[in-house]
């Protein structure tokens, strides 16, 4: 079956814009999570969707945001970039994350702000 | 908050041969899970071992195993067999058990290299 895509994989902006970094979990998949991985900070949490709901949301100002759509599809935005943006963005999908199944990750979008 | 450690941030090992990586996590919580996940140089982070807290008994996925010590709070991965498609990123990972926190959170990884 298909895996977790993220699209764009690559993606440049400069300082000061708005982008948008899209989700598709496994079909049958209602929980999607939202990770920013730095060489500096690791993985770290953003937000996490479940049935359109978020459910968590980590400790990231609010330049980030995202939402989820009645497909499960997931998107996460950050607004007024900044050059400390740069990062590679992870999506995890699992049927439940209530159930504690192990989550699985997409390839990511790498994002360069300049 | 729970805080996940991985001590040795690079480790090798030669073909065939066993390499153990360590975790240790801090938490208050008695119910819980914990993941091992392998990140190779495409990025996706992959599955390789789940733990759930309330069971005694170590998880086994074929070469990979772990082993669960609850009281000292630990949780080290063992590969047995090492094979060069093992190379990678590895991070331990910790997850509350129901209630309504979902998020992992993990280590700051392991590299692993892996020696002809």
């Known amino acids: 079956k298909a895996g977790v895509t993220q699209t764009p994989r690559y993606l440049i902006k400069t300082r000061g814009q708005q982008v948008t970094l899209s989700c598709s979990p496994i079909?049958?998949?209602?929980?999607v999570s939202w990770y920013q991985q730095t060489p500096g900070q690791g993985l770290q949490f953003l937000f996490e969707?479940?049935?359109?709901?978020?459910?968590n949301k980590g400790n990231f100002p609010g330049r980030f945001s995202g939402r989820q759509f009645s497909n499960s599809r997931s998107e996460m935005n950050v607004s007024t970039l900044e050059l400390g943006d740069s990062a590679l963005y992870l999506c995890a999908s699992s049927r439940d994350g209530s159930l504690g199944y192990g989550y699985t990750f997409g390839s990511g979008t790498r994002l360069t702000v300049v | 908050a729970q805080t996940v450690t991985q001590s040795q941030p690079e480790m090798s090992v030669q073909e065939a041969e066993t390499v153990t990586l360590s975790c240790t996590y801090d938490t208050s919580e008695s119910d819980y899970y914990l993941f091992w996940y392998k990140q190779p140089p495409s990025r996706q982070m992959i599955l390789v071992i789940r733990?759930?807290?309330?069971?005694?008994q170590n998880a086994t996925e074929n070469r990979f195993s772990v082993n669960f010590q609850k009281a000292a709070k630990s949780f080290s991965l063992k590969i047995s067999d090492s094979q060069l498609g093992d190379a990678a990123m590895y991070f331990c990972a910790y997850r509350s058990y129901g209630g309504s926190n979902y998020k992992l959170t993990f280590g700051k990884g392991t590299l692993l290299t892996v020696n002809p």
């Open positions: 969707y479940f049935s359109e709901t978020q459910r």
């Open positions: 733990q759930e807290a309330y069971k005694q």
């Open positions: 079909s049958g998949h209602r929980s």
